[in-house]
């Protein structure tokens, strides 16, 4: 089976601070791995994607992933926090397949950046 | 270019009362799967499909239907209302493209109060 734990339901910094949200995962096989983010009233929209090529993933603004297998973690982090970063974030977890059923999303973590 | 459409953006039922949520997209993508999202739980699969005349359950499918007569549109129909299906739904889409099947595009959600 698989799951996602995303640590932290609330983050603040400060803007021009790192962000750093956690995401662990379970999984019996080996896993695809993605971030979402969601704005106020707003769908999500995928961030990046690990799919096993690279375990260092690069996303849309600014944003990077490491996939750590002997963690079990893939860990969302941006060198420098901007006010229009705050947003929630998803982290979220496949087993692969041609099956929706295999997708599961994390709690959700709410990003809050200080001017 | 529309991407995912979904109406009404809100509404209010009384427990008992039966609705369908519209979810529309323009893209040509053969799948579409429909999640609800509730305060700390992330978004849960409750029923999606991967192409005209196919569908299948999701994690929370009951109480709910789906069907797919065309490759645009999804529909979501909730049977009997009831106060738990209280919740924000989001329909989302993907392309039939790679091993891994998971939600690409979102619409902005529909707001559902049942009473």
């Known amino acids: 089976a698989q799951s996602v734990t995303q640590l932290g339901s609330h983050v603040s910094v400060s803007e021009g601070a790192l962000v750093l949200l956690r995401c662990n995962y379970s999984?019996?096989?080996?896993?695809?791995l993605f971030w979402y983010v969601q704005y106020p009233n707003q769908g999500l929209q995928l961030l990046l994607k690990?799919?096993?090529?690279?375990?260092l993933v690069k996303g849309i603004n600014g944003f990077e992933a490491e996939f750590k297998k002997s963690e079990t973690s893939f860990h969302l982090t941006k060198p420098s926090a901007h006010m229009s970063d705050a947003a929630e974030y998803f982290c979220?977890?496949?087993?692969?397949?041609?099956?929706?059923?295999?997708?599961?999303f994390g709690s959700g973590t709410k990003l809050n950046v200080k001017p | 270019n529309a991407g995912v459409t979904q109406t009404p953006k809100f509404q209010v039922l009384k427990t008992g009362q039966s609705m369908t949520l519209q979810c529309a997209q323009d893209?040509?993508?053969?799948?579409m799967s429909w999640y609800r999202q509730d305060p700390g739980m992330g978004l849960r699969l409750i029923h999606y499909?991967?192409?005209?005349?196919?569908?299948d359950q999701g994690e929370v499918p009951n109480g709910y239907n789906v069907s797919r007569s065309t490759t645009e549109d999804f529909p979501l129909r909730l049977l009997s209302a009831a106060p738990s299906q209280t919740s924000v739904y989001f329909c989302?889409?993907?392309?039939?493209?790679?091993?891994?099947?998971?939600?690409?595009?979102f619409g902005d959600g529909t707001r559902l109060s049942i009473l």
């Open positions: 690990y799919t096993s090529a690279a375990t």
């Open positions: 893209m040509n993508h053969e799948y």
């Open positions: 499909s991967v192409g005209a005349g196919i569908t």
């Open positions: 979220a977890v496949s087993a692969g397949g041609s099956s929706f059923n295999k997708f599961y």
């Open positions: 989302a889409s993907s392309p039939r493209v790679g091993a891994v099947r998971f939600p690409q595009h």
């Open positions: 999984s019996s096989v080996p896993p695809y």
